[in-house]
């Protein structure tokens, strides 16, 4: 029997300071003075740092890692449309070796910031499927670090790109979790639609989630999700199916945003945006004012509906910047959805914690007694001030044991007294 004990956390939303009791990977106890109760465990004083449930980046693609400068043409318009271009000729030089160190490196990075679960998109339209086989690899070598999700996603469309259908097929068959797609990408809307219906074919064949790539765009004509939400209602798939950006709900009149508030409650839709990316990449076509290419997160959070932060990109053709830090997107999430008030910052760790992990339908997740001992501390006392910091995970535990540590007076200036 293994014990081990986190004394004097801070937890979010909750007065005073808990010991964190860890027995055989789970969490035994958290509770205020219970330390005493075991007198032979290994301790660790936390001196009142704030601890939360791991974060979850429930958007981010590993296998466009750190391909910015390689290769590829600048995205001059630093538009997401040339971004695509782009990359549809960088990737026909893809290697598996270099594939996979990038995404490590990536990942290395995000473990560092506190993740522990991710849902990866993972471009298969392409004839060799490097990018997946590495991906499906890393999958199993790293479960002890991270829980990945992959997403058998056409970059190029289902049918803008010939034969992309059949590819989101073979990469389900070969081990994808999760259906992809981008269908304001197709030629026409016709086919967008097209592509959604043969997307939730795909997740009933082979009983996997979706998530789809939805109206990334400024346009108010991009209107997907509500396909997606009419599909998920109509299919009874509630709580399995996600919108991922959906930047044109903020172009969005204000009577059609709010009939679809309760169309997309009813449908179990979950949304996620990246906020960062899309307010870089949005807002490209015009002149001032210039919109800001995010979601309704506050509109959609009021209605009760699930919404998460997440990173999306690190160094590629659609963002050049990007470390794995979701406490960053967090921040910027928080400014750009205009959600400041003391309430919504000391609520606000669920974007990037327990919404994200309600998309991927994580079932072992939160600080609860009997559930896997996952974890992070970091380097505040409180929400406000981690946000207001951007707060430095100082330790990961994932299952009862430390993946990551780093020593708090690395992170302090020195000052005379």
Known sequence: MSVSVYKNASLAQKPGLYDIVVKDGKFEEIAPNAAAKYPDATVEDLGGALVCEPFVDAHIHFDYFYTANLGSKANGSGTLFEAIDNWSEFKKTLDKKAVRARALNGIRQMIENGVQYARTHVDVTNDKQ???EVMLELKEELKNYMQIQIVAFPQEGYYAYEGGDKCVELALKLGADVVGGIPHFEFTREEGVRSVEKGFEFAQKYDKLIDFHCDESDDE?????????????????????TASHTCAMGSYNGAYAFKMMTKYKKAGL????????????????????????????????????????????????????????????????????????????????????????????????????????????????????????????????????????????????????
Not at 226 to 239: D, W
Request: proline share 3%; net charge neutral; with cysteine.
């Open 130 to 132: 490097t990018a997946l």
């Open 221 to 241: 004509q991009s209107r997907f999700s509500e396909v997606l939400a009419s599909l998920a209602y109509h299919n009874g798939m509630q709580g399995r199916v």
């Open 270 to 417: 979950n949304f996620v945006s990246c906020p960062t990316e899309n307010c870089y990449l949005q807002g490209r076509f015009d002149g001032f004012p210039q919109r800001r290419g995010l979601t309704r997160v506050e509109q959609l959070t009021e209605n009760g509906i699930n919404v998460s932060f997440a990173q999306d990109s690190i160094s590629d053709p659609w963002y050049p910047l990007g470390n794995g830090s979701l406490i960053h997107q967090l921040d910027f999430g928080l400014h750009l959805a205009h959600m400041m008030s003391v309430e919504q910052i000391e609520s606000s760790l669920k974007f990037i914690t327990t919404n994200g992990a309600k998309t991927m339908r994580v079932d072992d997740y939160g600080l609860e007694k009997g559930k896997s001992a996952n974890f992070v501390v970091l380097s505040d006392n409180n929400v406000i001030d981690a946000v207001r910091n951007t707060s430095h995970v100082l330790l990961s535990v994932r299952q009862g044991r430390v993946i990551m540590r780093k020593k708090r007076e690395e992170l302090t200036t020195k000052l005379p007294e």
